[in-house]
Structure formats: C-alpha cells, structure tokens
C-alpha cells in the first residue's frame, strides 16, 4: 500500500511536466494576440520603417526626392547645435521625471496608507479629469497665472515680493511638463503603493525602524516597479512635448520636438527632420528597455 501511494504521489509530480512540454499553442490567445500584432504592425512598424527610409532622402526644388543619400545624417550631427540641442531635451526630460516623481510620492503615499476608501475614490476621480480636458487649453491657461503681471505675481506683490520671472524659461517648462505628467505619475504609484504588503511595514516597525526609515527601506523597494514605470511615462512624455517648451519655455532654447518644426519649415525639409525623429524614437527605445530591466530585473539567485 505504501509503495502504491508513492507511486501515485511520483505520477503526480511527473503529470505536470509531461502536459507541459505537449502543450498546443492556446488557440484563445492567438485569437486575441494577433489583431494587436497587425495593429502593431501597421501603426508602428511600417511608419518607423517608412521614417527610416526617409532619412535617405533628398529635397531637391522643394521636393522630396526618393534616394539613399547619407547627407542628412551628416548634415544634421556635424552641427554643434543639434548635439546640444539632444542633450538639452534629454536633460530637461531627466529633470521633469525627476522633479515628477519626487513631487508625486507624498500625495501616492498619503492615498495609499492614510486616506480613507472614499477620499481615495474622490482623488481618484480628481486624478483622471484632467485627462478629460485639452492639454493645450491646460498650458495656456499657466500663462495667465506665472506671467510677469499674472495671478501669482500679483499674490506676491501683495506681500511685497516680486515680479519674478516664471514664463518663457526653464521653469515655466517644467509647470508644463508636470501639467501633463502629473496626475499619471500619481495614479501609477499610487497603484503600485496599494498593492505593498502591510504586514512587512508592521513588520518594519516591531524591529524599531521610524517612519521615514520604513518609507526608503520597505515602501520604496516594494513599490519599485510603479516608481520606476511612472518615472519613466514621466520621461517618455516630456522627451517629445512641443507644447510646453513653446507655450511655456518660449522656445528658447529650442528642443528636439521644436527643432523638428523649424526643420520642415525651411525649405520643407522632412529628410532632415526624419533624422531627428529617428533619434528621438531610438533613445526612447533605449530609455524604456533600460527602465523595464532595473524595473523587472532578476535578481542574482543567491549561493
């Protein structure tokens, strides 16, 4: 009898393995995983393959002209101010997702662990309308509120401060970045802030560690992979934002996106901002797959 049972309990463990490896592709999610392949396919693929071509291009009276000319690559990146020019967008999309995050992590932090069911749903409802609205209407109603005789300079001459200068600079870019990223930045850690084990904070302060240490040694790496994603959002949006470095940032200095439109304006050159937009698709690319591996990384099993 007891040999019976092992045999059985031996039968069960093998099952397992041999439906595993004769498994047939799911017929359920082939159904489904194939429209969002061709939609992929023809929305993505086909007009980043279509942009690349383009790059080789040539304008010639105004015209495009199909070829496979290397001049504009040339063209573009023997020019000092196209390689401060991507330094510049990249460092101001760092800082906004950057800046972002910081300024997100209370308000996540304070729904996840302090607010009450219904405020949670009420703030989450406050989150999600902005998205309802133009964000063009969004940024240009800042312009009424940090210009030079606008809303808050006018509550600080009241106290005797001021005027500072908040519009057509660095700052008045990043008031149009976090416009946009904000909200999402706070609804992602939010997310991910929920879904902490509770137990591993009680846990935290049994062993006698204070709030702020449990914060940056439980609640940060737990909640690791929303951070990171929401950072990351944060850049990816800012990185191509035209809006808020010309509504806001006075186009000076220009970004890549604005250098994509002074670009096509002269001369109706869509190789060389073909070139620019290649870069930019590319070192998103780069952004989001190094974020995904610190986000989703396997850790080194340890010996």
Not at 90 to 100: D, E, F, K, N, R
Not at 231 to 244: E, K, P, R
Not at 252 to 280: C, E, F, H, Y
Request: charged fraction near 10%; include cysteine.
């Amino acid at each position: 009898r007891s040999l019976l049972c092992a045999l059985m309990a031996s039968s069960d463990r093998i099952a397992p393995v041999v439906t595993t490896a004769r498994r047939k592709p799911d017929s359920y999610a082939l159904f489904w995983g194939v429209p969002l392949a061709a939609w992929q396919a023809v929305f993505f693929l086909a007009p980043l393959a279509f942009l690349v071509v383009m790059t080789f291009w040539t304008v010639k009276s105004f015209r495009l002209s199909p070829d496979f000319d290397t001049v504009n690559w040339v063209n573009m990146f023997s020019k000092s101010y196209v390689i401060d020019t991507y330094f510049r967008t990249l460092w101001y999309g760092v800082l906004a997702a950057i800046v972002c995050s910081i300024v997100a992590f209370p308000a996540s932090y304070a729904l996840a662990f302090k607010a009450s069911p219904v405020v949670q749903r009420i703030a989450l409802f406050l989150l999600i309308t902005p998205f309802f609205t133009s964000y063009l209407v969004r940024v240009y109603s800042w312009q009424t509120v940090i210009s030079d005789k606008g809303l808050l300079n006018g509550v600080f001459a009241l106290v005797g401060l001021g005027p500072f200068e908040m519009l057509n600079n660095l700052f008045g870019t990043m008031v149009g970045y976090l416009t946009l990223t904000l909200p999402l930045v706070i609804l992602l850690q939010f997310f991910s802030m929920s879904n902490v084990d509770k137990n591993l904070i009680e846990a935290a302060h049994n062993l006698g560690c204070g709030r702020l240490r449990t914060v940056f040694m439980v609640i940060v790496p737990s909640a690791k992979i929303g951070i990171i994603l929401a950072g990351t959002f944060a850049f990816i949006l800012c990185f191509g934002d035209v809006v808020s470095p010309v509504s806001l940032g006075g186009s000076k200095p220009p970004t890549l996106s604005i250098l994509i439109v002074d670009t096509v304006k002269q001369g109706n050159n869509w190789p060389r901002a073909a070139v620019v937009a290649v870069v930019m698709v590319l070192t998103l690319i780069v952004v989001a797959f190094t974020a995904l591996y610190f986000a989703y990384g396997v850790r080194k099993a340890k010996t």
